[in-house]
């Protein structure tokens, strides 16, 4: 099958070298032509996956009409920012009909849409699907087993996806809870940002583990009242990339709360990083999802806050003891 992977960062370019180990004819959109240069050439993505070399038969472009043209199976990996604009750019030139898959974890800004319904809009009748679970891109690129999930309402197009991208020690699994395993993914990112601050203020285990808790607690009452399955939140797409991203020294979510934990404003570590760390402007949007429908988020408020610039980290710590637990354990005082 010939697929389109759109977006050659750290994750588009790992899940299109992923995608060559099925035998798929792949081509890789940059949007940066020296990256597309230097991928077809040199093997190499050095700026996204230092060290890593890539199959000699993927193949890369910087040509958008081109990348769409090849298509007989979408993948967009382009931060959520750039999603919808890339998606306007590449429909003039694309087949009818075939699935296009989000590897992107975040919601729109202004709509609040999760990127399956963002596909929906853009480009209507097509199957849209997300994947999406605890895949930190470079253990994947260098053969480490993971597990991810394809998540989409029609369980017959799920089943067609894992065939197609499920290899070796990349393990898929279906879901057809969209809802919540989008959630999971896009929220997941701003409770990594909370633990990084707890990891750079020196905390212990037992708070970070408390923050994660809690955490899943309020992603799971945000996905329930949008329509997700609770159960979802309790499995790969939800606590599983939780864990993952909120433990990983790799995770750039992570490392931005990490470093305001250790004191050093926003601009300055957003300004040193290449890379996209979705959470931070994820984090307004679950605010609002939040406020429309009435629930008390306190750890989501409160990064809310410190990336803001209202309070420092030292005192979203601080915030972070009032963190209101759901079900059935009660406020501590
Ligand atoms: N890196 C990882 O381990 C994983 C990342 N993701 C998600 O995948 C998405 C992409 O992440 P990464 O590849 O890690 O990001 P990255 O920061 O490594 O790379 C982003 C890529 O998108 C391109 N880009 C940025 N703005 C663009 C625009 N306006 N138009 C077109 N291209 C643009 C950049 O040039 C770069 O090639 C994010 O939503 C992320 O949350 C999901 C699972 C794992
Ligand atoms: O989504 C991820 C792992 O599943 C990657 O997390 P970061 O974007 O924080 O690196």
């Given at each position: 099958?010939?697929?389109?992977v759109?977006?050659?960062g750290s994750w588009?370019?790992?899940?299109?070298?992923?995608l060559?180990?099925?035998?798929h004819?792949?081509?890789?959109?940059?949007?940066?032509?020296d990256?597309a240069?230097?991928?077809a050439e040199?093997?190499s993505?050095e700026?996204y996956?230092p060290g890593?070399?890539?199959?000699?038969?993927?193949?890369a472009?910087a040509?958008?009409?081109?990348?769409a043209r090849?298509?007989?199976l979408?993948v967009?990996?382009?931060p959520?920012?750039?999603f919808?604009?890339?998606?306007?750019n590449?429909r003039?030139?694309?087949?009818?009909?075939?699935?296009?898959?989000?590897?992107?974890k975040g919601?729109?800004?202004g709509t609040?849409?999760?990127?399956?319904e963002?596909i929906?809009?853009?480009?209507?009748?097509?199957p849209?699907?997300?994947l999406?679970g605890?895949?930190?891109?470079?253990e994947?690129?260098?053969?480490?087993?993971?597990a991810?999930?394809?998540?989409?309402e029609?369980?017959t197009v799920?089943?067609?996806?894992?065939?197609?991208?499920e290899?070796?020690?990349?393990?898929?699994?279906?879901h057809h809870d969209v809802i919540?395993?989008?959630?999971g993914?896009?929220?997941k990112?701003?409770?990594?940002?909370?633990t990084?601050?707890?990891?750079?203020l020196g905390?212990?285990?037992n708070?970070?583990?408390?923050?994660?808790?809690r955490?899943?607690?309020?992603?799971?009452?945000?996905a329930v009242?949008?329509?997700?399955?609770?159960?979802t939140?309790?499995?790969?797409?939800?606590?599983?990339?939780?864990?993952?991203t909120c433990?990983?020294?790799?995770?750039?979510n992570r490392?931005?709360?990490?470093?305001?934990?250790?004191g050093?404003?926003?601009?300055q570590v957003?300004?040193?990083?290449?890379?996209v760390?979705?959470?931070?402007?994820?984090?307004a949007?679950?605010v609002?999802?939040a406020?429309r429908h009435g629930?008390?988020m306190?750890?989501?408020?409160?990064i809310h806050?410190?990336?803001n610039?209202?309070?420092?980290?030292?005192?979203?710590?601080?915030g972070?003891?009032?963190a209101?637990?759901?079900?059935?354990e009660?406020?501590?005082?």
């Open positions: 099958m010939r697929v389109t759109l977006g050659a588009g370019t790992t899940v299109a070298a992923l060559c180990r099925r035998d004819e792949v081509l890789l959109w940059a949007r940066n032509p990256v240069a230097e991928v040199q093997r993505n700026a996956l890593s070399r890539l199959p000699a038969r993927l193949r472009t040509d958008l009409e081109q990348a090849h298509a007989e979408l967009v990996g382009v959520t920012a750039a919808r604009e890339t998606l306007v590449v003039p030139h694309l087949a009818p009909w075939f699935p296009v898959v989000s590897l992107s919601l729109e800004r609040h849409l999760r990127m399956t963002v929906k809009q853009v480009l209507p009748g097509r849209a699907a997300a999406t605890p895949n930190l891109a470079r994947i690129m260098s053969g480490q087993a993971a991810s999930v394809i998540a989409t029609d369980l799920a089943a067609a996806l894992q065939r197609e991208v290899r070796g020690l990349f393990r898929v699994y279906t919540g395993c989008e959630i993914g896009a929220f990112n701003v409770i990594a940002i909370a990084g601050i707890a990891e750079g905390v212990g285990d708070t970070r583990a408390a923050v994660m808790s955490g899943l607690a309020e992603l799971t009452t945000l009242a949008m329509g997700g399955e609770a159960t939140l309790a499995g790969l797409a939800g606590m599983g990339d939780m864990v993952a433990m990983s020294p790799q995770s750039r490392h931005v709360g990490e470093q305001l934990g250790l050093r404003s926003l601009e957003l300004g040193e990083m290449r890379m760390a979705e959470g931070v402007k994820t984090v949007t679950v609002e999802l406020d629930l008390h306190p750890i989501a408020r409160t806050d410190v990336v610039g209202r309070i420092r980290a030292a005192d979203a710590y601080r972070l003891r009032g209101v637990p759901a079900g059935h009660s406020q501590p005082g």
